[in-house]
């Protein structure tokens, strides 16, 4: 089956520690992207990443890191700058529709985060 | 300012009611598209519909239904005969044309609640 898969469902932190979501597409997507989700509130955009070896900051990047080194991943690291980590975090990827050139997103089942 | 609004933070109906969520946005571009998702119980957003600032024809697909006007810069979306699967967090988002791929601004969610 295509889809996007998110590991692990549920992730505890410790202080001080860096840990890493994975997401993995295989839909053929260029585009992939980081949102963080915190109650009550939409999705806040941490990084994206347009191709293999290439990504952009989104509006909440601190505290953060990405790579992509290959076309199927893009894991997101949160690191022990991050002071507030506790949150749902959602990877997506997306198709390019033509001739516009804009995206619909498609998103994987999420990854909660908890500080112990 | 780019910005999605969802005045509705809650909403309760029973079963076989019908109901509609409300979208406003922001804009100043005249090139620009909206999206609804679904977000249920278990966390993965779910697509429901893209629709670009051209085509202001209203759509059905089976129950649902959205009525987008830009002379109120509304989005809106009706679910006719709800059941309790209905029940979710359903999102509105807007994306600018021209802006960097990412750039999915989303509101903060409407909670649907359907009692059987």
């Known amino acids: 089956d295509g889809g996007i898969t998110q590991s692990p469902k549920y992730l505890f932190r410790k202080e001080g520690q860096n840990v890493t979501l994975s997401c993995e597409q295989n839909?053929?997507?260029?585009?992939m992207y980081w949102y963080r989700q915190d109650p009550g509130q939409g999705l806040r955009l941490i990084y994206y990443?347009?191709?293999?070896?290439?990504?952009q900051k989104g509006d909440i990047a601190e505290g953060y890191s990405v790579s992509r080194e290959k076309k199927e991943s893009f894991p997101l690291t949160v690191t022990s700058a991050q002071k507030n980590p506790t949150a749902f975090y959602l990877c997506?990827?997306?198709?390019?529709?033509?001739?516009?050139?804009?995206?619909?997103?498609?998103f994987g089942p999420g990854t909660r985060l908890l500080v112990l | 300012a780019q910005k999605v609004t969802q005045a509705q933070t809650e909403i309760s109906v029973v079963e076989k009611e019908d109901v509609t969520l409300d979208c406003v946005y922001e804009?100043?571009?005249?090139?620009?598209?909206l999206f609804w998702y679904k977000q249920p119980p278990s966390g993965e957003l779910v697509f429901l519909i893209r629709?670009?600032?051209?085509?202001?024809q209203n759509e059905i697909s089976g129950r649902y239904s959205w009525n987008f006007q830009k002379s109120t810069s509304s989005f809106n979306f009706t679910i006719t005969a709800s059941q309790v699967v209905d029940s979710a967090v359903y999102f509105c988002?807007?994306?600018?044309?021209?802006?960097?791929?990412?750039?999915?601004?989303f509101g903060k969610g409407t909670k649907l609640s359907v009692k059987p």
């Open positions: 839909l053929n997507h260029d585009a």
């Open positions: 629709r670009n600032s051209f085509d202001e």
């Open positions: 990443s347009q191709i293999v070896n290439d990504f």
């Open positions: 804009t100043r571009d005249t090139t620009y598209y």
């Open positions: 988002a807007l994306r600018f044309y021209g802006g960097s791929q990412g750039n999915l601004i």
């Open positions: 997506a990827s997306s198709i390019t529709h033509l001739p516009d050139r804009t995206e619909t997103q498609y």
